[in-house]
Nanobody, 125 residues
Framework: QVQLVESGGGLVQAGGSLRLSCAASGGTFSSYDMGWFRQAPGKEREFVATINWSGGSTYYADSVKGRFTISRDNAKNTVYLQMNNLKPEDTAVYYC??????????????????WGQGTQVTVSS
C-alpha cells in the first residue's frame, strides 16, 4: 500500500510560481509511474502531467505544456510539479497519483492505483 502526501499549494498572483511536492511511503517508489491531476470546483478531475518510473519520460496536458514541469527524485521518494506563469484557470485542488509502471504513460485517472489527499492552488488575477 502506497501513501501519498502532497504539499506546496497556496495562494499566488497570476504570473507567479509554485512548486508542489508529493512524498510517497509504503512502497517501492521507483516501480511506479507518477501523475498529477487537478479538480476545479464544479468540474471533473483532469490530467495535468505524468512521469515514468525513471524520470526519463514525461507527458503534459496541452493547457500546461511549457509552463509546468514534472520531475522526481527516487532517492527521496518524491515527485514534484513546478508551476510557472500561473493563470487563474489553474486554480484547483491538485492531486498526485501512482500506478505500477508499464510501457506507456497514462493520462487516465482510473488507471492510477493510489492517490494523495490533494493540495489547494489558488491563482488570483
Amino acid at each position: 500500500q502506497v501513501q501519498l502526501v502532497e504539499s506546496g499549494g497556496g495562494l499566488v498572483q497570476a504570473g507567479g510560481s509554485l512548486r508542489l511536492s508529493c512524498a510517497a511511503s509504503g512502497g517501492t517508489f521507483s516501480s511506479y509511474d507518477m501523475g498529477w491531476f487537478r479538480q476545479a470546483p464544479g468540474k471533473e478531475r483532469e490530467f495535468v502531467a505524468t512521469i515514468n518510473w525513471s524520470g526519463g519520460s514525461t507527458y503534459y496536458a496541452d493547457s500546461v505544456k511549457g509552463r509546468f514541469t514534472i520531475s522526481r527524485d527516487n532517492a527521496k521518494n518524491t515527485v514534484y510539479l513546478q508551476m510557472n506563469n500561473l493563470k487563474p484557470e489553474d486554480t484547483a485542488v491538485y492531486y498526485c497519483a501512482a500506478r505500477h509502471s508499464t510501457i506507456n504513460l497514462s493520462t487516465i485517472s482510473r488507471s492510477y492505483d493510489y492517490w494523495g489527499q490533494g493540495t489547494q492552488v489558488t491563482v488570483s488575477s
